[in-house]
């Protein structure tokens, strides 16, 4: 990915900057230009293949694997999530399918063509943004900016415009195309940095966290785009995500991933339906002491579990995982003998979420947290 430039440049050295930058772009245009006809022969019914790929990373503990035998398929035209939390290896995989991270064993093709061996191929077919990145030069405007990458791409002046302006149609942005960059907020630059990914009309676009920190307005605008650009256009879409409504809203399929591993690869749907009976949920008071749900894991019936605060209400939420109904006075047992009172209990049809804590025996926050220690 380009660098951006530092917000205290001044416009003449960001100029210098896109100069240097357009130098580059005869070489593209002569690489776009002689592989039109290849990926028009490609066969893309599958558009990402991955077998037994691996990358491990040196650190001062030793080796710290990320990707630990991954098998994946994603097919034409399809919206996949990849839904792990913080440290699972999404982003990793994204990385290296997207030719900026070679693996340490294993193979990874985007459209028939191998990230190893033919990494110039890939590029021309893919793009890729992350809701992280700071994907912009400050003191030029939007429309500065897509046109500049549009140029990259070697893409001609007038397509290049045509280009920008239906993309900021679709996502709102047509009245803020002439502001400079740094003057647009965090979510007007997120969408700039959406219709970057998709100005050179790929194949396959990965998206690493594209709507994260934005509202919730915003982020659905986001969604909306991105099921258009599958829906209408037929381009594969990856989408590496914590956000389990997201995966859930627009996914055609979704892969859990933790520690480096795949654990379940289905439609949201059916993964949601793998659990069967709906979960129990206990809201409680006071908050679970340290180390107070350790017991429930090992009663007979019970999954997993996850712990959240309902700060509103001062209260507290626990969510358990359970093969029927038989398993939930002994659950709500567990817990008052722990010291809680329990206010209130239902059942609740089952979510992502604890589709992952059925696998893991843990929810997003508490494993982060185990990560993290």
Request: with cysteine.
């Amino acid at each position: 990915m380009l660098e951006t430039c530092p917000s205290n440049t001044t416009i003449d050295e960001n100029l210098n900057v896109l100069d240097e930058r357009l130098n580059q772009a005869p070489k593209i245009r002569e690489d776009q230009a002689g592989l039109r006809n290849v990926m028009n022969r490609v066969d893309t019914e599958i558009t990402v293949q991955v077998d037994g790929l691996r990358r491990e990373f040196d650190s001062k503990e030793g080796k710290v694997t990320a990707l630990d035998g991954v098998n994946l398929q994603v097919r034409k035209g399809e919206i996949f999530g990849v839904l792990g939390p913080n440290g699972a290896g999404k982003t990793t995989m994204i990385r290296i399918l997207s030719t900026l991270l070679l693996p340490s064993s294993g193979k990874a093709g985007v459209m028939g063509f191998d990230v190893e061996k033919e990494p110039e191929k890939i590029r021309a077919v893919i793009n890729m943004a992350s809701g992280a990145e700071r994907a912009g030069y400050d003191f030029i405007s939007a429309r500065g900016n897509l046109w500049f990458f549009s140029q990259l791409y070697g893409i001609p002046s007038e397509e290049a415009h045509r280009r920008i302006n239906e993309l900021s149609d679709m996502l709102g942005l047509q009245t803020y195309l002439d502001r400079k960059f740094y003057a647009l907020s965090t979510g007007y630059k997120q969408r700039v940095t959406l219709v970057r990914a998709f100005i050179n009309d790929p194949k396959v676009v990965f998206l690493d966290e594209p709507t994260i920190g934005l509202d919730v307005m915003t982020a659905l605008s986001i969604r909306e785009y991105i099921l258009k650009q599958a829906k209408e256009y037929g381009r594969t879409i990856l989408i590496a995500t914590h956000n389990m409504a997201e995966v859930d809203a627009i996914c055609n399929r979704v892969a859990i991933i933790d520690k480096g591993k795949i654990l379940a690869c289905d439609t949201p749907a059916a993964l949601k339906r793998s659990l069967g009976a709906p979960s129990l949920v206990l809201e409680v008071s006071p908050p679970p002491p340290p180390g107070s749900l350790e017991p429930l894991i090992k009663l007979e019936g019970v999954k997993g579990y996850t712990a959240s605060v309902d700060e509103e209400r001062g209260l507290s939420r626990i969510q358990v995982v359970v093969d029927d109904d038989g398993s939930a006075q002994s659950v709500i047992d567990s817990v008052r003998k722990a010291g809680m009172t329990v206010v209130s209990n239902w059942r609740q049809q089952a979510t992502l979420e604890e589709v992952f804590v059925a696998l893991v025996g843990r929810g997003f926050r508490e494993r982060e947290h185990e990560a993290s220690q």
